[in-house]
């Protein structure tokens, strides 16, 4: 495991802990709602699992979030327009344009708001 793998496992973590923390709820109550087991939760959530396509669809769908490639010469643009900002970036070696990072924002299931993106 690279320590870049590990850093984007734990930004991951982060994230879906902030928004499970936000809306109130136990690593309990989120097992019972994406169907895993908290202590799965639990090494997600600290970066130590790497968790699968499966269980971050259904994680985002509980939180209300949705899973997004962004190509990282546009990461900043992004975040902003995720209302994020792109200051709280880690500083991390250029890559080749064809890397893509990976995000999860918030999701309004408006589907006005998905111009010039794939129906979901």
């Known amino acids: 495991m690279s320590q870049r793998s590990h850093e984007a496992r734990r930004r991951l973590g982060d994230q879906i802990e ?9 690593l309990r109550e ?10 799965r939760l639990s090494e997600i959530e600290s970066g130590r699992a790497n968790p699968s396509i499966d269980n971050l669809v259904d994680l985002g769908e509980a939180l209300g ?4 490639l962004v190509p990282r010469e546009r990461l900043a643009e992004a975040l902003g327009l995720a209302g994020n900002p792109a200051s709280a970036l880690p500083s991390v070696p250029p890559t ?5 990072d990976e995000l999860l924002i918030e999701g309004d299931d408006d589907p006005e708001d998905d111009v010039g993106h794939a129906p979901r």
Not at 18 to 26: A, K, L, M
Not at 96 to 100: A, E, H, K, T, V
């Open 65 to 68: 979030l949705e899973i997004v």
């Open 96 to 100: 080749p344009s064809s890397l893509l």
């Open 18 to 26: 902030r928004y499970r923390e936000q809306r109130g709820w136990t």
């Open 30 to 39: 989120l097992s019972k709602r994406v169907g895993r087991d908290p202590a």
